[in-house]
């Protein structure tokens, strides 16, 4: 008989102690955890999104004329955010917003309702001191969730399989080592091995996990992962299993490939219940369960040829995200002669797993179209920009994980933008807060079990709650900027004749595995690289004319896409 045994590395070689402690092993998984936005937004959304960007633009607005005495009766108001806000700018720049915004409010109700919505008229500036998920707004959002749960339904399960299996926890470095042997007099031992005929092989197991009592093994076929036998074994005793048991007496032309792992588990008992009659006691099996995640997975390959190495399923990761900003294209010029400028300014926001929000900026940039006076058809209306935002991945076994990126792009024509830029990251920052507090607290404590299941334990009902949170409250916060927008650029930095429209786009990436990655809208490319379909937001030129958002002739493209990099292989997943 020929057998290949590969050790695990250098150490295992030269090591002359048979008994030497199990290495820690990683255990990275391609499993993910988050709705990754398939659906459109829903008229709910847009609806709780118009809410909240009437409010804030109403808000900027008053705080900007309220005295430094004059306080809120609720701090976590729109209008005390705002206020904070507005302490940090300059003298200057406080001046000139509050005159802004005193023109503004001193227009009639008519008027201003132009300009907020429903924050307008009477009452309006009562209703500010009011938290901001006031009861009228929890309701919205509860309508916004169920609806965007519905529109998903199929990832939602999925999503809740995925946390009630452990989630992030299944994830985290295995408690439980699983090893081949070959020799216990060399110290000699595997986690991978070719065979070409049926033997019985020898495995020994350990664990940290201090609940189990036995372990649950199992031998699956790959890549179906079929349970080919089974059984159980004692803490910490030696494992024989006998190949022969299922194995052809000779192999296929074809590698057959196995897979061997150990559970944690208690052990099964029988205990003493009431019976039917009284008095009377009946024996009841209690089954083992599991106590703990898998051992690392031991492959066997059955094969003709031994000396040929197989591939098991190796977990290849992107490393690297890039955000690549290409051109701005002028589609249709304003009315008139001449040249158009344009400037353009953006953020992208990075949420990861449960940690704060990141901001960064992008590079600000102008462009002169068309490029020539008196333009023919034929005269280029493109800007290239080229530019290129990167991203850190980490390995899937890390916590920061789900990772939302939001790019919020602003185009005006003047110089200046940089406070439009600032208060969108302002207005990201405030409403994705609370939105993503509100989705949270309602999906532990109000959908609750009901959305699942009677058997969702309070850790994966939070993990799915801050899942939910990270990809629902991303989109409807950037629904809140794209409302909000033209008041915003009017009130904070003057622009409103020169303001063309801000835009907000989305990427959830819920992982970073070839597998998730390759089924994501783009192609891979011969260098390694996936590249993501581009995408084309569209500006339109806009006026406060008679104190209304009124889109006007002149329309802008920026073209952007997103590329996976830096592929890194994990062996032994």
Request: a negative charge; charged letters at 25%; aromatic letters at 8%.
């Amino acid at each position: 008989m020929a057998a290949n045994a590969r050790k695990d590395s250098a150490r295992d070689r030269d090591s002359e102690n048979p008994h030497r402690p199990f290495v820690p092993f990683q255990r990275p998984s391609p499993f993910h955890g988050s709705l990754n936005l398939a659906a459109a937004c829903c008229p709910e959304e847009e609806e709780l999104a118009r809410s909240l960007a009437d409010e804030f633009a109403y808000a900027i607005a008053v705080a900007a004329l309220s005295s430094d005495k004059e306080a809120c009766c609720c701090a976590n108001s729109v209008v005390a955010a705002a206020r904070r806000r507005l302490a940090q700018l300059d003298a200057k720049k406080r001046a000139a917003i509050q005159a802004r915004a005193r023109e503004i409010l001193g227009k009639d109700a008519a008027e201003q309702q132009r300009y907020f919505g429903s924050f307008a008229g009477p009452g309006a500036r009562d209703r500010l001191n009011a938290p901001v998920l006031n009861r009228q707004r929890r309701a919205l959002l509860e309508r916004a969730v169920r609806k965007r749960l519905e529109l998903q339904s199929a990832e939602t399960s999925a999503l809740h399989k995925f946390y009630m299996a452990g989630g992030l926890k299944a994830l985290l470095a295995a408690k439980t080592r699983l090893e081949g042997v070959a020799s216990f007099e060399l110290a000699s031992f595997f986690t991978e091995r070719n065979m070409n005929e049926p033997e019985t092989l020898t495995f020994r197991w350990n664990t940290e996990v201090e609940e189990a009592e036995i372990g649950q093994w199992k031998v699956c076929r790959l890549p179906s992962r079929s349970v080919v036998a089974s059984g159980s074994v004692g803490v910490g005793h030696v494992l024989p299993i006998d190949f022969k048991q299922f194995l052809a007496p000779q192999p296929s032309a074809t590698p057959q490939l196995y897979e061997v792992t150990v559970t944690p588990a208690t052990a099964p008992k029988f205990v003493k219940q009431p019976g039917a009659s009284p008095g009377s006691t009946t024996t009841a099996k209690v089954p083992s369960e599991a106590v703990g995640l898998p051992s690392n997975p031991v492959r066997i390959a059955y094969v003709r040829d031994t000396s040929i190495p197989q591939v098991f399923d190796e977990l290849r990761v992107y490393r690297t995200l890039e955000l690549h900003i290409d051109h701005l294209e002028m589609v249709e010029q304003q009315s008139g002669f001449g040249k158009d400028e344009y400037w353009l300014y953006g953020t992208v926001h990075e949420s990861a797993g449960a940690e704060d929000v990141k901001v960064f900026e992008l590079p600000k940039r102008f462009a002169l179209l068309p490029e020539e006076d008196d333009a023919e058809d034929d005269t280029p209306t493109i800007k290239e920009l080229n530019d290129t935002r990167s991203f850190h991945l980490e390995y899937p076994s890390s916590a920061r994980w789900p990772k939302t990126y939001t790019v919020t792009l602003t185009v005006i024509e003047s110089d200046g933008g940089e406070e439009v830029a600032e208060w969108m990251a302002f207005v990201w920052d405030t409403a994705s807060l609370w939105i993503t507090a509100g989705i949270r607290d309602f999906v532990e404590n109000d959908l609750g079990l009901e959305g699942f299941a009677a058997n969702a334990s309070a850790a994966s009902l939070a993990a799915i709650a801050g899942a939910l949170a990270a990809s629902i409250g991303a989109a409807i916060g950037g629904l809140v900027l794209a409302f909000a927008a033209g008041i915003l650029a009017m009130v904070t930095a003057a622009v409103a004749d020169d303001y063309y429209e801000t835009k907000a786009l989305i990427l959830v990436l819920p992982t970073n595995t070839e597998d998730y990655v390759a089924e994501l809208d783009g192609a891979a490319q011969p260098d390694g690289t996936y590249r993501l379909k581009a995408r084309y937001p569209q500006f339109r030129y806009q006026t406060q004319g008679s104190g209304s958002v009124q889109l006007r002739d002149g329309l802008v493209e920026v073209k952007l896409h997103w590329e996976l990099k830096d592929q890194e292989t994990l062996l032994g997943g």
